[in-house]
């Protein structure tokens, strides 16, 4: 069992910034990542870390504003995002799992933070 708690959601003008933290404990994982939900909206991947190579991918939609990184020592991977818009808000979810990047394509992944949420105004 892996256990995930969530921190650093909130409101922000558009162009602002917000960096999400999320603290892994439990089993190991090969891969830590996040995905978002905005209302009446599928959830889609954000970003996802392969912990032992420090890969990272990001969605299309986020590339060059935000940033997924981690501290290995904390166990804990951050999702740094910059010049945030409108489109940007909903709910953020930490997920990691020993898993391939199909799963993460596909979004499954076995654990799941509780979510928090980042709320852009225009």
């Known amino acids: 069992q892996v256990q995930l708690v969530e921190s650093g959601g909130g409101s922000v003008q558009a162009g602002g910034s917000l960096r999400l933290s999320c603290a892994a404990s439990?089993?190991?994982?090969?891969?830590m990542g996040w995905f978002r939900q905005a209302p009446g909206k599928d959830r889609e991947g954000v970003a996802v870390?392969?912990?032992?190579?420090?890969?990272?991918f990001h969605d299309n939609s986020v590339k060059g504003r935000f940033a997924i990184s981690r501290d290995n020592a904390k166990n804990t991977v951050y999702l740094q995002m910059n010049s945030l818009e409108p489109e940007d808000t909903a709910l953020y979810y930490c997920?990691?799992?020993?898993?391939?990047?199909?799963?993460?394509?596909?979004?499954?992944?076995?654990?799941w933070g509780q979510g928090t949420q980042v709320t852009v105004s225009s």
């Open positions: 439990g089993d190991t994982t090969n891969s």
């Open positions: 997920a990691a799992d020993k898993v391939g990047a199909g799963s993460w394509r596909q979004g499954d992944v076995r654990y």
């Open positions: 870390y392969y912990i032992a190579t420090g890969v990272s």
